[in-house]
């Protein structure tokens, strides 16, 4: 174990523990940032207006 007046952490490891940090929230900002601002409601086509794939122009 550790003796008496040693520390269980280190310069180096503090250092490290900031950099991965400090880089996870770096990919979250641009993560959040490539989301889209505004949410569009997509309208689709009436059925009736719609061709079936099965039946064409040819088939008729």
């Known amino acids: 174990m550790t003796k008496e007046g040693e520390v269980f952490y280190t310069d180096r490891g503090i250092t490290l523990v ?3 940090s400090a880089t996870v ?3 979250g900002a641009v993560a959040a940032y490539a989301l889209p ?6 309208t689709l086509p009436d059925a009736d207006t719609r061709t079936s794939p099965t039946r064409s122009a040819a088939n008729a």
């Not at 601002?37 to 997509?42: A, D, G, K, P, T």
């Open 25 to 27: 929230a770096l990919i």
């Open 37 to 42: 601002r505004s949410i569009r409601e997509l």
């Open 18 to 20: 900031f950099v991965l």
